[in-house]
């Protein structure tokens, strides 16, 4: 699987993340290089800015 913004091992790495959801590597991927907000990150994944989404996917990459 080839992420825009991100190498093989990186990739290897991130696919050992427990509890991850569908969105942890697209999520990792875009904002790599730059910090992004809460409002770009679910505009560039076409979801609704939450509390679900942050508590439940946002949440699980930090800790």
Request: charged content about 20%; some cysteine; hydrophobic content about 35%.
């Amino acid at each position: 699987m080839s992420v825009a913004g991100l190498d093989d091992d990186s990739i290897t790495l991130l696919n050992q993340l427990n509890n991850q959801s569908k969105y942890d590597i697209q999520i990792l991927a875009y904002c790599y290089y730059e910090r992004k907000t809460v409002k770009e990150i679910t505009e560039h994944l076409g979801v609704s800015n939450s509390t679900f989404f942050r508590k439940s996917i946002l949440n699980n990459l930090i800790s």
